[in-house]
């Protein structure tokens, strides 16, 4: 689902759901399931109905929070897209989202960043930047490698970095 603009008003938002950021859960103010949790979880993301209208949570919860329309993405510090308590929300775009990505499931060596050159019989590290591969370089030891890579990824992403 594409991230689009909020189109509904924020006192409409209000009016008809409560967000507690302390806990981001959603509840229901009108209607039927009046003091109701709201939402529904679709690919591992909590999805509210307002007004016939289908919106991720955490993008309304930045709605609701600060009243300006969201980032193209809201990035959960923690991943666990489930959990839209404010304080894991954070503005983000394509490349930050990404930094802060685990590593791949047919990742064999274990570390973000690192994979075997088998032709050099040594530990690769690279990063992606920007739509960039860079590479940091080929290295005799695996924690060599991932050194490279965390020292890398933390220059570039900062915050959002994770190794």
């Known amino acids: 689902m594409k991230a689009k603009p ?3 008003t924020l006192a409409r938002l209000k009016e008809v759901l409560r967000y507690d ?3 981001g ?7 039927r399931f009046a003091g109701k949790c709201a939402g529904s979880v ?10 016939w209208e289908r919106h ?19 990035d959960h510090r ?10 894991n929300l954070r503005a983000a775009n394509k490349s930050t989202n990404g930094a802060n990505a685990t590593m791949r ?22 990063i992606v ?6 590479e940091l370089g080929r290295f005799d030891t695996i924690e060599a490698a991932a050194a490279a890579y965390e020292c890398k990824a933390k220059e570039l992403f900062g915050e959002f970095a994770r190794v």
């Open 6 to 8: 909020i189109t509904i």
């Open 21 to 23: 950021p302390l806990t």
């Open 25 to 31: 859960e959603w509840i229901w103010l009108q209607g």
């Open 42 to 51: 679709k690919e591992g993301r909590r999805l509210i109905m307002v007004d």
């Open 56 to 74: 991720r949570a955490a993008r309304l919860a930045w709605f609701y929070m600060t009243g300006e329309q969201p980032p193209p993405i809201v």
């Open 78 to 87: 923690d991943l666990d897209t489930l959990n839209d308590r404010w304080i």
């Open 105 to 126: 499931v047919r990742n064999k060596s274990g570390r973000k960043g690192v994979t075997w050159d088998k032709a050099r019989e040594k530990w690769r590290a690279k």
């Open 129 to 134: 930047y920007q739509y960039r591969c860079i």
